[in-house]
């Protein structure tokens, strides 16, 4: 039987995270049944935005596009955007969400746990595949190496993203702090959990001595905060994460969820073009979605195994049997996992 530290962080990564949730005041339940039936071929289809900034900001950005949306399918189209990555999971999983913008380990979870698949995922203008995640200190930081930050533990204030946020958090954890045996959440003197957006601004206006954060995100940032962008610095910088993905229910109507596929993947692309392009430049400078399979998501099951076996090294075990076993079921797991995103 696995013990400590690996379920005691879990623990309070989900107390952490529960404690931030907004009410979803307005949601509504799914329109569609289990059986793919259109029960009423009027009523609002509910779109769930990952929060960019702030909810009503993420709302502003997304409503001309989505307004095109309800005149395409001749349909209501609601839009629901939280200050969380948790409350944005909690509204999928309770069926309040008919599709939803999400980063690539909301979406693994969409599509494993709550009937859900991939339609589309996010291309910008400069043709890059992906963003990078980031750790962030101030330009007058005591901290100017890596070496330095790790060479001092329980020294310094640390702001980084959920549980659930790839480049806040997982890919950090994964990439930087476990590759030199540390667990973030016990390293640094104190842990703040917050957006992007907020992390930065930690930083730059001395509230917190390092951070995580995005190189998407600090575009938008420079853009909205040029003087406290001026006075951050980048300490490190991961690996390519894939971008963003679009979800939609499979207990839609299949003639539903293609009409949405067509719209969202074509969108930017028509007749229209010029306008709808300005319409996307708006969430985040993005120039449309290209079409994609739950196979996109591939990278993200990764990063979760290898999350999963950093907590099974760094666990107590009552025996080497149990420790082997877990590492085995850790091991099957995935393999079914990939197998399953790959339509396999």
């Given at each position: 039987m696995?013990?400590?530290?690996?379920?005691?962080t879990?623990v309070r990564?989900?107390?952490w995270?529960?404690g931030?949730?907004?009410?979803l005041?307005?949601?509504?339940p799914?329109?569609?049944g289990?059986?793919?039936?259109?029960?009423?071929?009027?009523?609002?289809l509910?779109?769930g935005?990952?929060?960019?900034?702030?909810?009503?900001?993420?709302?502003e950005a997304w409503?001309p596009?989505?307004?095109?949306?309800?005149?395409?399918l001749?349909?209501?189209v609601?839009?629901?955007?939280?200050?969380?990555?948790?409350?944005?999971?909690q509204?999928?999983?309770?069926?309040?969400v008919?599709?939803?913008?999400?980063s690539?380990?909301?979406?693994?979870?969409?599509?494993?746990?709550?009937?859900?698949?991939?339609?589309g995922?996010?291309?910008?203008?400069?043709?890059?595949?992906?963003?990078?995640?980031?750790v962030?200190?101030a330009?007058?930081?005591?901290?100017?190496?890596?070496?330095?930050?790790?060479?001092r533990?329980?020294?310094?204030?640390?702001?980084?993203?959920?549980a659930?946020?790839?480049s806040?958090?997982?890919?950090?954890?994964?990439?930087?702090?476990a590759a030199?045996g540390v667990?973030?959440d016990t390293f640094?003197?104190?842990?703040?959990?917050?957006?992007?957006q907020?992390?930065?601004?930690?930083?730059a206006?001395?509230e917190a001595?390092?951070?995580?954060?995005?190189?998407?995100?600090l575009?938008?940032?420079?853009q909205h905060f040029p003087?406290?962008?001026?006075r951050?610095?980048v300490?490190?910088?991961?690996?390519l994460i894939?971008?963003?993905?679009?979800v939609i229910r499979?207990?839609l109507p299949?003639p539903?969820?293609?009409?949405?596929?067509?719209f969202?993947?074509?969108y930017?692309?028509?007749?229209?073009?010029?306008?709808?392009?300005?319409n996307?430049k708006?969430i985040?400078d993005?120039?449309?979605?290209?079409?994609?399979?739950?196979?996109c998501l591939v990278?993200?099951?990764?990063?979760?195994?290898?999350?999963?076996?950093?907590?099974?090294?760094t666990a107590?075990?009552?025996?080497?049997?149990?420790?082997?076993?877990?590492?085995?079921?850790i091991e099957?797991?995935?393999?079914?996992?990939?197998a399953r995103?790959?339509?396999k």
């Open positions: 696995q013990a400590g530290r690996a379920g005691t879990r990564h989900r107390g995270l529960l931030g949730l907004l009410a005041a307005g949601l509504i799914s329109m569609a289990a059986a793919g039936t259109d029960i009423d071929p009027n009523a609002p509910t779109f935005i990952l929060p960019i900034g702030g909810p009503a900001e993420s709302l409503r596009m989505l307004d095109d949306l309800h005149a395409a001749g349909r209501p609601r839009a629901v955007s939280v200050a969380t990555y948790e409350g944005i999971a509204a999928i999983s309770e069926q309040r008919d599709i939803a913008f999400l690539g380990r909301l979406a693994l979870d969409a599509v494993v746990g709550q009937n859900m698949q991939v339609i995922q996010l291309t910008r203008g400069d043709g890059s595949r992906g963003y990078y995640a980031v962030l200190t330009t007058d930081s005591k901290i100017t190496s890596l070496n330095q930050m790790f060479s533990p329980g020294q310094w204030r640390f702001a980084r993203g959920e659930l946020s790839v806040g958090y997982l890919v950090p954890e994964t990439q930087l702090f030199r667990d973030s640094f003197a104190k842990v703040h959990v917050d957006n992007h907020n992390n930065a601004l930690a930083v206006n001395g001595d390092v951070a995580t954060n995005n190189t998407a995100d575009e938008r940032f420079q003087e406290q962008y001026a951050l610095r300490l490190w910088k991961s690996s894939p971008h963003a993905v679009i499979n207990d299949a539903l969820r293609d009409k949405v596929a067509a969202i993947t074509g930017g692309k028509g007749k229209d073009g010029a306008r709808e392009e300005a996307l708006l985040h993005i120039s449309g979605f290209a079409p994609a399979t739950n196979a990278p993200f099951a990764d990063i979760e195994y290898s999350l999963e076996k950093r907590r099974a090294t107590q075990w009552v025996s080497e049997n149990a420790r082997e076993a877990r590492f085995k079921k099957a797991d995935h393999d079914t996992l990939l995103l790959r339509g």
